[in-house]
């Protein structure tokens, strides 16, 4: 046993540690360790001091490095705990691996305290798990996270063995809601990981899932994975093992399914009633494939300054463009634009933070150089000049540009001036700059 360091080459240590950046320097820190081959218990105690006094990241980071090769099971409660925050988690993974007796049911208990990717992290080490506890888990929710469910959602498919799972004879609620989760995250073909196409059980476990919501109440959630599953299908994709004829019978399934009445009756319930938010986005989703109108409703919606972003780019994209005028006329009226003009930009921003500013930057982004929008955009251009996001300023920017140009009114030539003045994005001021030497002064229209 080496005699214990005193309290001033600790510090020192951890100063240096610290200065170090963690996720460079740990595989080196951990051979050198190896090669050194320090008494264990030394070098655990070291490894401990670091992880529970280090007062910065990267001192606390390499103990945990450190206690990945000289802990054991009596430093896992301290790891578990320093593993909740995210930004040490794959740290406390990794030496949860190296240290533990179980390491997959310790790694299991970090995956269910964290959310964002240190779940993700977390469970992609538990991929091909034969524990039951951690299957169920998997399936009935332990995919879901902060960041994306498409990173674990074919992990919890395949490890998980979803199919298998709902062919049992009893389904509780919980896992008939994480197979929709599941498979409408799988359903996602431009998503960061594999995808229904990975999938063996695909077309088997649709089919399953379609039998098991046939037999419920009309549920919204499942309503919309239905109609996810029937758009999926219609525009397969190329995949190898999925034959045309159970292609075309799982399809048939689905249809069935949606033209059900008590489903559009529910999907029109929902769009009637002034219930929770969530509902209503739901039956706007659903609306089309179980043959509902909803684009009423949605109007009706955004006559109530709720400011749903959803449901204003939900009614934008399902408008005809003869219509355009009149969602330009509704923003005029619902948005709070003076209000909102003094905020004024914040260079940290490229989307605004408020909801009323989404809806501003939905409209110019998507109506702003449409003829068919063709009424007044000035008052909304105007508080769009002054916005904390960059994205709505450079909308407003090629609104103007576009549908006035030379034309240019006296008024929006102050407004430009004013907000160049003010503009901390150097590209866009120099737009700001060369519209206003492009289109010259002009008598105001």
């Known amino acids: 046993m080496l005699s214990a360091p005193d309290a001033k080459t600790l510090t020192v240590l951890h100063d240096r540690l610290a200065e170090c950046n963690a996720i460079d320097v740990a595989d080196d820190l951990v051979k050198g360790l190896r090669a050194l081959d320090p008494p264990a218990e030394d070098l655990r105690a070291l490894a401990r001091w670091l992880a529970e006094h280090g007062t910065r990241r990267n001192a606390v980071a390499l ?47 970090l995956a269910r305290r964290v959310q964002d990717w240190g779940r993700i992290h977390a469970v992609e080490r538990l991929r091909g798990t034969q524990d039951p ?26 490890t998980g063995d979803l199919y298998a799972a709902l062919l049992a004879p009893e389904i509780d609620a919980e896992l008939l809601d994480g197979a929709a989760g599941i498979l409408d995250a799988l359903m996602d073909l431009s998503g960061p990981s594999w995808d229904i196409r990975n999938y063996a059980d695909a077309l088997p476990c649709l089919a399953r899932f379609g039998e098991l919501i046939a037999d419920l109440p009309p549920n919204l959630s499942y309503i919309d994975t239905a109609q996810r599953v029937e758009a999926l299908l219609k525009d397969p994709p190329p995949v190898e093992d999925w034959r045309e004829s159970d292609i075309s019978r799982v399809l048939g399934q689905y249809s069935a399914l949606l033209a059900r009445s008590d489903w559009s009756q529910r999907v029109r319930t929902a769009l009637e009633q002034f219930g929770r938010e969530s509902d209503f986005r739901l039956g706007l989703a659903c609306s089309q494939a179980v043959g ?26 399902h408008t005809p463009e003869h219509e355009y005028a009149a969602l330009v006329r509704l923003a005029r009226q619902v948005l709070p634009l003076d209000e ?4 004024g930009p914040d260079p940290e921003r490229i989307i605004g933070s408020s909801n009323t500013e989404g809806v501003l930057d939905l409209v110019l982004s998507y109506l702003g150089e449409s003829d068919a929008a063709d009424v007044d955009l000035l008052p909304l251009i105007r508080t769009a000049l002054r916005a904390s996001g960059l994205r709505v300023r450079g909308f407003a920017l090629r609104t103007l540009d576009s549908r006035y140009g030379r034309n240019l009114p006296a008024a929006a030539r102050t407004w430009v001036h004013e907000a160049a003045a003010i503009e901390p994005d150097d590209e866009l001021r120099a737009k700001f700059a060369d519209l206003l030497e492009r289109t010259g002064p002009t008598d105001e229209k």
């Open 63 to 109: 103990g945990i490095v450190m206690l990945g090769v000289a802990g054991d099971e009596r430093d896992q409660e301290l790891l578990l705990l320093l593993g909740a925050l995210e930004d040490l988690t794959l740290y406390v993974i990794v030496a949860l691996g190296n240290s533990q007796p179980d390491r997959e049911q310790a790694i299991y208990c």
């Open 133 to 158: 506890e951690v299957k169920s888990w998997l399936l009935r929710g332990g995919f879901r996270n902060g960041i994306l469910d498409q990173y674990l959602a074919h992990i919890a498919a395949t």
């Open 292 to 317: 509902v109108d909803a684009l009423p409703h949605a109007m009706s919606r955004l006559r109530q300054p709720l400011y749903d972003r959803y449901v204003w780019h939900w009614a934008i994209t």
């Open 340 to 343: 909102m003009a003094v905020e």
